[in-house]
Every structure is written in C-alpha cells, then in structure tokens.
C-alpha cells in the first residue's frame, strides 16, 4: 500500500525499513557513478533497493531529510522518468519496485521507490556482494546471516492456524459444495452426512478447537475474507485487444474457494468460444479457445502454490484469443521454469493442495502442470508461456490459437488408439511436439525409443547425424505427402539433378550451400555422403582446398548422367522382355 507524505513524517528507519535520502544537492547515483570504493559505490539506488528487499522489503525515500521527524526537502530524481527507474532497477536487480511520487503542500517533490520483500531463502547482490544496511553504511552480509537464509524452508501458510476464525465464519454452501465432492471422489457417500466438526477435522482444517487458513481460504463468509485475507480475493479483467490498459470490465471474486472457482469459470465461458476442426469427410469436432480442464488446473495452481504473504491479488487477464493468470510468490523453493515438468510437486500450501486434491478439484497433487501441457499441446496451441515468472510472481500465458490443426488430429487419433494405461504421457507429447516444430535438440533416448516403437516417428539419417519427423499419419493428416516423400524418399540421383540445377546457375559452390539447399530435407551427413559419391562418379570435381574448397559440376557430367540414363534404360527394356513391366 502506498505511503502519504504524512505517515512518511512519522517512520522510523529501523523500526520500519524505510531508508530517507535527502538528494537536494543533486540525484542520488543510480548505480555506483564514477566512485571508486566499494563501500561508496553501493550508496546509489541499487545498492538500496538491494539490501532492502533482503531485509523483507522497505521503502526507499527520496527528497526526505533523515532526521526524525523527516522533513521535506524535494528532489528532481527520476522526474519525468518514473516508468523507465522502475523497469531499469527490475531489468538490473530482478527485483519488483513501486516507484512513485509525491508532493506536499507546497509543492515539494519527493520520490518513493517500495520494494518487495525477497523470496524464501534467496539472496539478491549487488555488484556480486550480498548487501544488508548496518547503521548509515551498506555492508556485505554476514555468513551466518547469509548461512541462515539460503536454509530457509517455506513454512506451510494453510496449515497455519487462523487466529479468531470459528466455524459461523464458515461459508454454508461452500462447506456443501466441499462435501458433495468428498464423497463423489472418495466413493463415500456417507460424508456428505457428517457434522461441519467432523467434515473439517477429518480434511485437517479443524485442529485442537482452531481453524487454519486453508478454511479460511476453501470455506470462509466473503466479509470475513475480506477482513482476514483480502489478497485472496482473484481478480478478472477482460480486454477486447491485447494493446489495451484499460480493461472493458473488471470483476472481483471474494468468496470462498468452493464457491469462487465455479462463477469465475462461468464468467470466462461466456466469452468462450470455440474452433471446428474436420477429421475426414464426416467427422468434425470442437476445440474450445479456452480448455476447462487447462483453466481449472491454472486457477487451482494459482490458488495453492501462491504466496499469501504478499498482498497482491491473483489477477486473470482474459483477451479474445490470450489468457494470462498471475499469482503472487515466485516458484516454490526447487522449481524453476527448466524443471516445471520434471521436478517432484512441492506445493507452497500443502494443506490447501492435499484438500484439493481429496475433493477431486484436481486429479493428484503435482499433476495440474502436466495437464496443463497435455491439453494445450494436444490442441495444437503453442506451448503453455510461463517465461514472464520471475522470482515475486509466477504469470501462466495460454493462448487460443490453434497453430496446428493436423497435429491436433494426429495426437487425438494416436491416444483414442491407446488403452487407458498407456495413453501418451506428457513428456511423450511434448517431445512430439518440439520433433512437429524441427527442433533438433537432444531427447530423452528413453522417450525417443518409446515413440519408435509405437511407430510415431521416424529417423532420418544416420549415427550421430540422425534427426526425426513425425510418422507418415501426421503428414496425411495435415495433407502434405508431398513434403513427407521429400523428407524421407531422396536418393543420390535426386539430389544430384538438385545440385546440377544450383551449380548450373552458379557455376560453383561450398559444402554450405548444399546444406542450405536440402535444409529440412537431408541431413548434413547424408549430403557429405552423396556428394563424396557424385566425386567418386566423376560427376562433381573440386577446386581449392581446406576451408576454400569449392564444388563444380565435371566436364564430362553430361556424358557421366547420359551413360546413367542409358544404364537405366537397358534395365527397363530387359525387365520389359522378361514381362515384369508393361
């Protein structure tokens, strides 16, 4: 929350992490400026921002003397620029800041950077140097400090208790709604008739007479949300276009998770649509613009991995054909976006993901990721986009186009083919996918095999120079038979009568000019290969050596392919006596 020039007046630094500058006689360096010494150079705007947000965030107060109480002394800094200190500091640091002014009754400027607290057990640095404030100096931090917080463990925020929460806190309908849902995916329909006492102790919400936040996030009265834990309200703005600021209708959710997750769904489906795709002559079926599985299991991360001590809302930004839904709290301690898929599940509230999960809000705790990818990609949509994360918020964009229809066709005939327990995995369709766009990295030799094969892809080359398409399906599917045959059918006489063609025009040409010219189609291997053999048949010759080597077409190559052609003639003509052809 934004601070007033008078409760300003009032801070203490210590007390309240605030560090005053006065910055009259000019502006407080950005990064260092010309000064030589360490302990000088971190007393700029970097070093500041740096050691407060170690310190669990604070407020950097410019144009403000230091003296308690703090008069207003007024600054030029950043005057005209707050937008690009803000995004320079981000950019420099990673670290989040809210940098705005203020003025007081006589005009007097002064600007105020506040910064967020750091993560659970990270450290940030500036110029390599972990800082934390020590009096009037800016000083490296101590190992022990240093020791302490990279141990750090994030304490479960749902299991805590919820100090004066009682049950008449509790929300009837969402308590029903949590019931109903127990029971269906326990198979017991004998809970829905237990006391609201009994339902919340056997789910761990009701411990030793109290009640903790994971209640009061699932089940509590809207008023008592509000006063209790307003950033667990979710935020849903709609914008016709995606260069809008302004949204065209906003819309707060403050009600208990239960209750909360089926009207925000509700209100993003009505602005749903969906795509037809054609399988065959008869068969056409819908892809949704927005999955409801994918929004579910994003809103139900969003709810169970975020931080609850920081004060922002989930925020859902919801364009005609883009989504973006943005928690609070970066990853959970581990998890980065390199391993979003592979790392074992370490939700940040265990308590409100184990809840979740039992109610069948979602399948397992750990699997929403995987689905999340498993329906985009099986789509045909682009990857689900997590890149915008950084260490203070984790931002999920999903998108509505559909890049692939064939794909989408090829990967919904491959899994309606395959019994239900060895349906493709996430990471079997994912490498499918990244083989679909031509990237050649290196796969998981495992997962590799394993679509081999089931005959879903097919190597091209040899050795170490073997890449891979997709299977002959695919390219039907997407109506490109011709370019499958150029992928896969090339012989030594095709790709000569390419490189006569090329050499023809321009006479001569390095071993990278072949390459480019088969790219996608041939390997570099296999191109090497052939033009060794056309050498060898006195149909190409060399000129230059090493890195100058150069290729021409032979002097005698129209008498070298006439001979080829009058060899495959003979051939013809005798398969034509023996009756072979017609």
Not at 133 to 160: C, H, T
Not at 204 to 226: C, H, M, P, R, Y
Not at 424 to 435: G, Q
Not at 515 to 537: P, Q
Request: with cysteine; net charge neutral; aromatic share 8%.
């Amino acid at each position: 929350m934004r601070k007033t020039i008078e409760q300003l007046k009032l801070m203490k630094e210590s007390e309240h992490k605030v560090e005053f500058k006065k910055g009259e006689g000019g502006n407080i360096a950005y990064n260092g400026g010309g000064r030589v010494e360490p302990k000088d150079r971190r007393k700029c705007i970097l070093g500041y921002v740096t050691a407060l947000c170690n310190e669990g965030g604070g407020s950097l107060v410019i144009g403000m003397h230091d003296k308690f109480p703090h008069e207003v002394i007024g600054t030029k800094q950043a005057e005209g620029a707050i937008g690009k200190l803000e995004s320079d500091i981000y950019n420099d640091t990673g670290i989040r800041t809210d940098v705005y002014e203020l003025f007081d009754n006589n005009k007097k400027r002064v600007l105020v950077i506040d910064v967020v607290p750091r993560p659970i057990g990270r450290v940030f640095k500036f110029e390599d140097i972990a800082l934390m404030r020590v009096g009037e100096e800016l000083k490296a931090m101590s190992d022990e400090v240093y020791l302490k917080i990279i141990q750090e463990q994030e304490p479960d925020f749902s299991q805590q208790i919820c100090q004066g929460l009682v049950i008449d806190d509790l929300d009837e309908s969402a308590i029903e709604i949590m019931k109903d849902k127990y029971s269906i995916k326990q198979k017991n329909p004998g809970f829905k008739f237990l006391s609201k006492e009994q339902v919340l102790t056997d789910l761990d919400l009701f411990k030793s007479g109290n009640l903790t936040n994971a209640a009061l996030i699932l089940l509590g009265k809207e008023d008592v949300l509000i006063e209790k834990l307003p950033q667990a309200a979710v935020m849903l703005e709609y914008r016709a276009a995606e260069s809008q600021i302004h949204f065209d209708n906003r819309q707060k959710f403050q009600q208990p998770f239960f209750v909360m997750v089926e009207k925000i769904w509700n209100l993003i489906n009505l602005r749903n649509g969906s795509i037809p795709v054609r399988e065959g002559v008869f068969n056409t079926f819908e892809i949704p613009l927005f999955n409801e599985e994918v929004i579910r299991e994003a809103l139900n991360n969003a709810i169970s991995h975020r931080d609850y001590r920081r004060q922002s809302e989930t925020i859902i930004k919801q364009y005609p054909l883009k989504m973006s839904i943005i928690s609070a709290g970066g990853f959970p301690h581990g998890v980065s976006i390199d391993n979003l898929l592979s790392v074992p599940s370490t939700p940040r509230n265990r308590l409100l993901a184990d809840v979740l999960s039992k109610t069948g809000l979602v399948e397992r705790s750990g699997q929403g990721i995987d689905r999340i990818f498993i329906n985009t990609l099986s789509e045909g949509k682009p990857d689900p986009d997590y890149s915008r994360s950084d260490d203070f918020s984790v931002n999920l964009t999903l998108s509505a186009e559909i890049e692939d229809k064939a794909f989408a066709l090829f990967i919904r005939s491959v899994q309606d083919s395959l019994p239900d327990d060895n349906k493709l995995s996430v990471f079997d369709i994912v490498t499918l996918n990244e083989i679909r766009k031509g990237n050649k990295r290196s796969f998981d030799k495992n997962i590799i095999d394993k679509l081999k094969d089931k005959k879903l892809i097919e190597p091209i080359g040899k050795t170490k120079g073997t890449t891979y398409i997709l299977c002959k399906d695919y390219y039907e599917f997407a109506d490109k038979k011709v370019e499958y045959s150029k992928l896969t059918d090339w012989d030594i006489n095709q790709a000569f009568t390419m490189i006569q063609i090329y050499l023809t025009k321009h006479h001569k040409a390095k071993m990278g000019d072949f390459v480019n010219l088969f790219e996608g189609h041939i390997t570099r291997r296999k191109i090497k290969y052939f033009v060794e053999k056309m050498l060898d048949a006195d149909l190409l010759k060399t000129i230059g050596s090493g890195s100058g080597t150069r290729y021409i077409l032979s002097d005698n190559h129209k008498e070298r392919i006439q001979l080829i052609n009058e060899a495959v003639q003979i051939g013809f003509e005798e398969l034509k006596k023996r009756g072979k052809i017609k």
